[in-house]
């Protein structure tokens, strides 16, 4: 990697949004830099503080927010990321991204940013598999997404199905690959 790529987490309200915590600092330490937007569910699993304190920028929560530096953060991130990941994409976030909705800072994101936009869903099993969030998969596909995952595992409902977001590690891998696609 030369210099310094920035990354763009836009995190989803699911159980699933501790795990970014861990792609955060590792993308940290691996020399990127990183900005995180959530959704105001996403702020009810884990705090922006905690994004905060990992990436030194200030987390991105509304579309109308102004950074200190009179900067409009939901513009200046979507201009500098070479990749954009949003996970966990729950069904509820991957419905909005499909339908082109931009009602929060993660869903105005993805119709703001111009580089490789990847998507790790995680819901569950039922969820996964119903006709409506297949095609809505499907469309974002076409629209150019990437979609990583889910696997089968461990789901927060107590069993094992399809619907398990990827690994950390998975997706601190396939940001590498994007973001050198992306030079």
């Not at 949004?17 to 569910?41: C, N, W």
């Not at 579309?63 to 953060?73: A, E, F, K, L, N």
């Not at 996970?87 to 082109?100: F, M, N, Y």
Request: proline content about 5%.
């Amino acid at each position: 990697m030369t210099g310094p790529r920035e990354v763009l987490l836009g995190i989803g309200g699911g159980i699933a949004a501790y795990k970014i915590a861990f792609v955060a600092s590792r993308l940290v330490q691996d020399g990127f830099v990183v900005r995180v937007a959530m959704t105001p569910r996403a702020t009810e699993y884990v705090g922006a503080l905690t994004f905060e304190g990992l990436t030194g920028k200030k987390t991105i929560l509304s579309s109308t927010q102004v950074d200190p530096d009179g900067s409009v953060p939901h513009i200046a991130a979507a201009r500098a990321a070479a990749v954009y990941v949003v996970a966990p994409a729950t069904a509820d976030l991957i419905g909005r991204l499909s339908a082109g909705v931009a009602d929060d800072a993660v869903t105005l994101l993805a119709l703001t940013c111009r580089c490789p936009i990847l998507l790790c869903p995680a819901m569950n099993d039922a969820m996964w598999l119903h006709p409506a969030v297949q095609h809505n998969v499907a469309q974002l596909r076409k629209r150019g997404m990437h979609v990583l995952g889910p696997v089968e595992g461990h789901l927060a409902e107590g069993y094992d199905a399809v619907g398990r977001m990827v690994e950390p590690s998975t997706i601190c891998a396939r940001i590498h690959e994007l973001a050198v696609g992306s030079s």
